[in-house]
Nanobody
Framework: QVQLVESGGGLVQAGGSLRLSCAAS????????MGWFRQAPGKEREFVAA????????YYADSVKGRFTISRDNAKNTVYLQMNSLKPEDTAVYYC??????????????????WGPGTQVTVSS
């Protein structure tokens, strides 16, 4: 069983930055691919970014490419999402997720096995 807890959300003005963190339980965190997803009111949950277990491979949605950076620290069992140049359309609940035992890094909701409760990010215009 893997438990995930996000932190770092909040209210920020457009153009500002936030860094989200996701702390994971378990001794095998370094073997999980990790992802960030988001869900705005009335919309489906969507992929934001993902990182391979080694940290070598990173993947981004087109809407955040060049503004967001995903990283991980396996010694701390933590994955991060640095969000710069935030826009009002980035407003959503952000979730981190763990993918266990897959052959490739997933970019779809159904590919992930464990989820955190989410953290709210609100970007004001």
């Amino acid at each position: 069983q893997v438990q995930l807890v996000e932190s770092g959300g909040g209210l920020v003005q457009a153009g500002g930055s936030l860094r989200l963190s996701c702390a994971a339980s378990g001794r095998t965190f370094s073997s999980y691919d990790m992802g960030w997803f988001r869900q705005a009111p009335g919309k489906e949950r969507e992929f934001v970014a993902a990182i391979s277990w080694s940290g070598v491979g990173t993947y981004y949605a087109d809407s955040v490419k060049g503004r967001f950076t995903i990283s991980r620290d396996n010694a701390k069992n933590t994955v991060y999402l640095q969000m710069n140049s935030l826009k009002p359309e980035d407003t959503a609940v952000y979730y981190c997720a763990a993918e266990v035992g897959k052959l490739r890094v997933g970019v779809r909701v159904y590919e992930y096995d464990y989820w955190g409760p989410g953290t709210q990010v609100t970007v004001s215009s």
